[in-house]
């Protein structure tokens, strides 16, 4: 009896860190490659939402979780990840602000959104969306998203019943949790742009 249960215990250990081993070098394999492509994708976006860049530069983030929380912005709603400047002939053109909000309706949504140096928002970009089909994916779409694109706000607000003006965003139909969630975002990264200088009032 015990030495079955030795040699199964030997078995599972075996087999247990055979596994271990095998899932480590996949890990070392896929590691560098999965980098890769999601500094792409980060790039991609970049040149998405600040079209006037040549090259991007990362900036040091600076007290982004006090900045958002004296805009009413609480860490459990949205968090600053990542900042870059854009330039173009050693100039500044404007800073691509990456965002993570919590309160998308399917979990996280990562957000781009380039601002420019005087403090228009030039369009916004989705890293990581996971919106219910035909309703909060409608995110992604040019129709949703080109409504923050060119706008020179201190914040955006989302409306039901048809907007009246350049501060308000029309409502996914059936995705208002969607909404506020891509609104909270970027009116995130407007509150942490205004800490690099710049601002809907200058």
Same mark, same amino acid.
């Given at each position: 009896?015990?030495?079955? *249960? ?16 095998? *899932?480590? *070098? ?41 900045i958002l929380s004296e805009a009413g912005i609480?860490k459990k709603m949205a968090e600053i ?108 990264? *407007? ?12």
């Amino acid at each position: 009896m015990n030495k079955h *249960l030795i040699k199964d215990t030997l078995a599972l250990f075996v087999i247990t860190a055979v596994a271990a081993l095998l *899932l480590s *070098l996949v890990y070392e394999i896929t590691k560098d490659p999965i980098s890769a492509q999601k500094q792409k994708q980060k790039n991609d976006a970049y040149k998405e939402v600040l079209t006037g860049a040549d090259s991007f530069e990362d900036v040091k983030l600076n007290n982004a979780e006090g900045i958002l929380s004296e805009a009413g912005i609480d860490k459990k709603m949205a968090e600053i990840n990542e900042v870059a400047k854009g330039t173009k002939g050693g100039e500044t053109v404007g800073y691509c602000i990456k965002v993570t909000d919590h309160e998308g309706y399917g979990g996280d949504i990562e957000v781009v959104v380039g601002i420019k140096a005087d403090g228009t928002v030039s369009g916004i970009s989705f890293l990581s969306i996971g919106e219910t089909a035909g309703l909060g994916m409608k995110a992604k779409e040019p129709e949703f998203k080109t409504q923050f694109a060119e706008k020179k706000v201190d914040s955006f607000v989302y409306t039901k019943t048809g907007k009246s003006a350049d501060n308000e965003i029309d409502a996914l139909t059936g995705a208002t949790v969607t909404t506020n969630a891509v609104t909270n975002a970027v009116n995130s990264a *407007l509150a942490y742009f205004k800490s690099l200088g710049g601002g809907a009032n200058e």
